[in-house]
């Protein structure tokens, strides 16, 4: 699905080549500032690589548009933005800038259910908690029913058993609906347990896969 040829980025990454498969769950683990979030933007063209080539399904990430890329390959960063407004007003923002003929196949309520969000969908979504917030964010990216989750420590505001509980929602949802998933996790626990693959990222470079 994805494929890394003599890829770098400033000082922050350099990747000889790596293949990431279709409708898997991958974890990068490594510590921080090794280049993991570096990876992950480089994987929707959030950032450009200063020399190389990413391949995604065949062609040059670079020769696709980059709004349609975004909307098929969705990224969810370690501190989402949260929109004025109510719970239901930030689901309705997402689909409007998404305007990817999503079937939502789930409601909003049913959304907040998946990620173990008791509020009403008129509350006010700017005083969410922080791992509420974090929580709110991946519901919107399921909303989009995107191909490919970038997901950036998705739970890294949330206790242990929480964490487990929404990695797990979304490794069933990735399984069931043939997704892929691409997440960075300060967790090897959470790693070993649901990722088919586990790649180890320092300093800029893959030293286990």
Same mark, same amino acid.
């Given at each position: 699905?994805?494929?890394?040829?003599?890829?770098?980025?400033?000082?922050?990454?350099? /990747?000889?080549?790596?293949?990431?498969?279709?409708?898997?769950?991958?974890?990068?683990?490594?510590?921080?500032?090794?280049?993991?979030?570096?990876?992950?933007? $480089?994987? &929707?063209?959030?950032?450009?690589?200063?020399?190389?080539?990413?391949?995604?399904?065949?062609?040059?990430?670079?020769?696709?548009?980059?709004?349609?890329?975004?909307?098929?390959?969705?990224?969810?960063?370690?501190?989402?933005?949260?929109?004025?407004?109510? /719970?239901?007003?930030?689901?309705?923002?997402?689909?409007?800038?998404?305007? &990817?003929?999503?079937?939502?196949?789930?409601?909003?309520?049913?959304? $907040?259910?998946?990620?173990?969000?008791?509020?009403?969908?008129?509350?006010?979504?700017?005083?969410?908690?922080?791992?509420?917030?974090?929580?709110?964010?991946?519901?919107?990216?399921?909303? $989009?029913?995107?191909?490919?989750?970038?997901?950036?420590?998705?739970?890294?505001?949330?206790?242990?058993?929480?964490?487990?509980? /929404?990695?797990?929602?979304?490794?069933?949802?990735?399984?069931?609906?043939?997704?892929?998933?691409?997440?960075?996790?300060?967790?090897?626990?959470?790693?070993?347990?649901?990722?088919?693959?586990?790649?180890?990222?320092?300093?800029?470079?893959?030293?286990?896969?």
């Amino acid at each position: 699905m994805f494929k890394f040829e003599n890829v770098k980025f400033k000082d922050i990454l350099e /990747i000889n080549k790596i293949e990431i498969e279709e409708n898997m769950i991958t974890a990068i683990l490594g510590s921080s500032g090794g280049g993991k979030t570096t990876f992950l933007k $480089l994987l &929707n063209n959030m950032i450009t690589a200063d020399q190389g080539q990413i391949i995604y399904r065949g062609q040059d990430i670079e020769s696709y548009d980059p709004v349609a890329l975004r909307r098929e390959v969705v990224m969810l960063p370690q501190d989402p933005e949260i929109f004025r407004g109510s /719970i239901k007003e930030n689901f309705k923002i997402t689909e409007e800038i998404a305007d &990817n003929g999503s079937t939502k196949n789930l409601s909003y309520k049913e959304l $907040l259910k998946k990620v173990s969000l008791t509020q009403d969908l008129n509350d006010d979504a700017e005083i969410l908690s922080g791992g509420e917030k974090q929580r709110l964010a991946l519901a919107r990216v399921m909303l $989009l029913e995107p191909e490919v989750l970038l997901l950036d420590e998705p739970s890294s505001s949330l206790d242990h058993k929480t964490e487990e509980k /929404i990695i797990k929602m979304v490794v069933d949802y990735v399984r069931e609906n043939d997704r892929t998933l691409i997440m960075v996790t300060h967790s090897p626990d959470i790693a070993e347990k649901f990722a088919d693959r586990i790649i180890n990222i320092e300093a800029g470079k893959i030293v286990a896969d």
